[in-house]
């Protein structure tokens, strides 16, 4: 090589002073980003644990998980978080068996059976869906469903867990579907012309080849979706009204675990009473709740991995 | 049947010997005498408005290996997949021309793609077996077609593995995941799998080009066995190989069939340049 390149003469062991100046400071920024959203978990986590506790100072954790009634601002209070668990269940649950369905079905057409000009069309709308804020559809369940739920089934309170539900389901629909549909698709396109060189039809391949195949992403859309459920406040908060009982009866009024909390951290607690600090108990419970699900969902997609690899 | 330990059938030689002597070669028998299984006639083949295959017209007789070989890019796959109307699931391409199986033209209208692909199976380049069981993938088949009793496809299960020369190494872990053979087995296991089905004719899309040398020889050993039973039509990258295994040879380049006879001629004396150039090693 004749040609002398600008560092050809340059010393090998140590950086130019610049340079390193230059390349510390950007790891320092870039590691402060990254810092960041762990110092505001762990920040988060540690709030939600220091009220709990002191909470859980007045209140035996064993009566807080246990019992059946919650009347936090009765004389003398009840403090068992049941009622709110079983309300927050009653809707999570009554939306996934809305939405899991009619997702994974929409989520089956879109990958294997739409027209790549159909998945155009459909997908843009399923976003737009993702994207409406969740206060439009707490409303849309007062003026919206709650009427239709009541005219069919006229004992149905205003207020309702299946009014909640419905919505909830709306809005969990766009992960499940965009969730399962990518994990349908990432089956290996070999694997369907395998079964499709057998004489399968579509049936076959969908049925027999490429849900089990994707079955361990599929369920994990499905806790994810669920999560989701669970934490979602403000529909829940309008739609399903504000009167914690231990019902698994749709039809009734009930309040969740996310709905106590809108409702006491707008109310007139003051800071340090023990009113005050149930919405930090019912929040450190309803976060290990989410947490254990996205724990699970995590676990099943590492284990497909594992599978494809 | 074959296991690891009993010799082969026949001498196998080592994949990485030049051009297999004339001596090495059957003899071009009457093999075009024999019934016409599959006849391709004036076939052109469109992705969107790209062209990938120009008039191309071969015969493929009866329990016969024929041998598709050529370039990468020039055609030779896109053909096989025209065979069993795999080319149908990707969007946008075309067939002209006529392809008849027996005397059935499979691209007439009312075809049923799905019995076709049930007398023309198919053997992939990259195995794929399904996440089940060995079992189940080879169960998979006939389960398809309707298949129910136990007994019936244990005994499907045991023939095609046992043809595939697959049983002796899997006979007693039938159950275990397919995906946890080796890559020779897993082939072999795909072979199993199209066999199962009790297809005419045996598409194989480069068969062995990921399998090492011992795996690459057991597969060629057993199209020789299984071309007794079926019209095989295989298409590679190794001239070696389709030297070896093939009656009929169909050169293939930039979408068009060059030149196609019997192996023995083809190798020794090809009457176009461009075939002499490609098995001498010139180009491709």
């Given at each position: 090589m004749s040609?002398?390149l600008?560092h050809a003469?340059?010393?090998?062991?140590?950086?130019?002073?610049q340079?390193?100046?230059?390349?510390g400071?950007?790891?320092?920024?870039?590691?402060?980003?990254?810092?960041?959203?762990?110092f505001?978990?762990v920040?988060?986590v540690l709030i939600?644990?220091?009220e709990?506790?002191?909470f859980?100072?007045h209140?035996s954790?064993?009566?807080?998980?246990?019992?059946?009634?919650?009347?936090?601002h009765?004389?003398p209070?009840?403090?068992?978080?049941?009622?709110?668990f079983?309300?927050?269940?009653?809707?999570?649950?009554?939306s996934?068996?809305?939405?899991?369905?009619?997702g994974?079905?929409?989520?089956?057409?879109?990958?294997e059976?739409?027209?790549p000009?159909?998945r155009?069309v459909?997908?843009?709308?399923?976003e737009i869906?993702?994207?409406?804020?969740?206060?439009?559809?707490g409303?849309?369940a007062?003026?919206?469903?709650s009427?239709?739920v009541?005219?069919?089934?006229?004992s149905?309170?205003i207020?309702n867990?299946?009014n909640?539900s419905?919505v909830?389901?709306?809005?969990?629909?766009p992960m499940?579907v965009?969730?399962?549909?990518?994990?349908?698709r990432?089956?290996?396109?070999?694997?369907?012309?395998?079964?499709?060189?057998?004489?399968?039809?579509?049936?076959?391949?969908?049925?027999?080849?490429?849900?089990p195949?994707?079955?361990?992403?599929?369920?994990?859309?499905?806790?994810?979706?669920i999560?989701?459920?669970?934490g979602e406040?403000?529909?829940v908060a309008?739609?399903?009204?504000?009167?914690p009982?231990m019902?698994?009866?749709?039809?009734?009024s009930?309040q969740?675990?996310?709905?106590y909390?809108?409702?006491?951290?707008?109310?007139?607690?003051?800071?340090g009473?023990?009113?005050?600090?149930?919405?930090?108990?019912?929040?450190l419970?309803?976060?290990?709740?989410?947490?254990?699900?996205?724990?699970?969902?995590?676990?099943?997609?590492?284990?497909?991995?594992?599978?494809?690899e | 049947?074959?296991?690891e330990?009993?010799p082969p059938?026949r001498?196998?030689?080592p994949?990485?010997?030049?051009?297999t002597?004339?001596?090495?070669m059957?003899?071009?028998?009457?093999?075009?005498e024999r019934?016409?299984?599959?006849?391709?006639t004036?076939?052109?083949?469109?992705y969107?408005?790209?062209?990938?295959?120009?008039d191309?017209s071969?015969?493929?007789?009866?329990?016969?290996?024929?041998?598709l070989?050529g370039?990468?890019?020039c055609g030779?796959?896109?053909?096989l997949?025209c065979?069993?109307r795999?080319?149908?699931?990707?969007?946008?391409?075309?067939?002209?021309?006529e392809?008849?199986?027996?005397?059935?033209?499979?691209?007439r209208?009312k075809?049923?793609?799905?019995?076709l692909?049930?007398r023309?199976?198919m053997?992939?380049?990259?195995?794929?077996?399904?996440p089940?069981?060995?079992?189940e993938n080879?169960?998979y088949?006939?389960?398809?077609?309707?298949?129910?009793?136990?007994?019936?496809?244990?005994?499907?299960?045991?023939?095609?593995?046992?043809?595939?020369?697959l049983?002796?190494e899997?006979?007693?872990r039938?159950?275990?995941?397919?995906?946890r053979l080796?890559?020779?087995?897993?082939?072999?296991?795909?072979?199993?799998?199209?066999l199962?089905?009790?297809?005419d004719?045996?598409?194989m899309?480069?068969?062995?080009?990921a399998l090492d040398?011992?795996?690459t020889a057991?597969?060629?050993?057993?199209?020789?066995?299984?071309?007794?039973?079926?019209?095989?039509?295989?298409?590679?990258?190794n001239?070696?190989?389709?030297a070896?295994?093939s009656?009929?040879?169909?050169?293939?380049?930039?979408?068009h069939l060059?030149e196609?006879?019997a192996t023995?001629d083809?190798?020794?004396k090809?009457?176009?340049?461009?075939?002499?150039?490609?098995i001498?090693?010139?180009?491709?």
């Open positions: 040609a002398v600008p003469s340059a010393d090998l062991t140590a950086p130019k002073g340079r390193r100046w230059i390349e400071t950007m790891h320092t920024i870039l590691w402060l980003c990254a810092a960041a959203s762990v505001t978990t920040g988060i939600l644990l220091v709990s506790l002191q859980f100072g209140v954790i064993v009566e807080f998980l246990t019992g059946t009634t919650w009347t936090p009765s004389n209070p009840q403090f068992g978080i049941l009622p709110l079983c309300g927050t269940i009653l809707v999570a649950g009554g996934a068996v809305i939405a899991i369905p009619l994974l079905g929409a989520a089956i057409y879109l990958s059976y739409a027209s000009r159909m155009d459909l997908k843009p709308i399923l869906l993702a994207g409406i804020p969740s206060v439009v559809f409303y849309l007062i003026v919206f469903v009427p239709i009541r005219s069919i089934f006229p149905a309170d207020f867990a299946l909640a419905i909830v389901a709306i809005m969990i629909l499940i965009s969730l399962s549909e990518d994990t349908l990432s089956v290996p396109r070999s694997l369907r012309e395998g079964a499709y060189a057998l004489g399968a039809t579509k049936l076959d391949v969908t049925v027999g080849v490429i849900l195949a994707a079955l361990s992403g599929i369920m994990a859309s499905f806790i994810l979706a999560a989701r459920a669970v406040t403000m529909a309008l739609a399903a009204g504000k009167r009982q019902t698994l009866n749709p039809l009734d009930i969740t675990m996310t709905a909390i809108v409702e006491t951290s707008k109310g007139d607690n003051p800071q009473t023990l009113g005050y600090q149930t919405i930090f108990a019912v929040g419970t309803l976060f290990l709740c989410t947490l254990a699900l996205n724990v699970l969902a995590q676990w099943i997609l590492k284990r497909m991995r594992e599978q494809y | 049947m074959m296991t330990a009993s059938a001498p196998t030689r994949v990485t010997q030049r051009l002597t004339v001596a090495d059957r003899p071009a028998d009457d093999f075009l019934p016409q299984k599959v006849v391709a004036n076939v052109n083949f469109f969107g408005s790209h062209q990938a295959l120009h191309i071969l015969r493929m007789p009866q329990n016969c290996v024929t041998a070989i370039p990468s890019g030779k796959s896109t053909f997949r065979l069993n795999m080319n149908d699931m990707i969007e946008g391409t075309r067939v002209e021309g392809i008849l199986l027996e005397d059935i033209d499979i691209y209208p075809t049923d793609v799905v019995e692909r049930k023309v199976g053997v992939f380049q990259k195995s794929n077996p399904f089940k069981s060995i079992y080879v169960a088949g006939p389960r398809v077609a309707g298949v129910k009793q136990r007994d019936v496809l244990d005994g499907i299960v045991e023939q095609s593995l046992r043809r595939s020369a049983w002796e899997v006979s007693d039938l159950n275990e995941s397919a995906l080796s890559g020779g087995q897993q082939q072999r296991l795909c072979i199993a799998r199209a199962a089905t009790d297809p004719v045996l598409l899309d480069e068969p062995a080009s040398p011992k795996s057991r597969i060629e050993d057993l199209i020789f066995e299984l071309k007794d039973t079926y019209t095989i039509v295989i298409v590679t990258h001239m070696q190989q389709a070896r295994v009656d009929q040879t169909a050169f293939f380049y930039e979408g060059v196609a006879g023995t083809l190798f020794t090809p009457r176009q340049k461009q075939t002499e150039e490609y001498t090693g010139r180009f491709g």
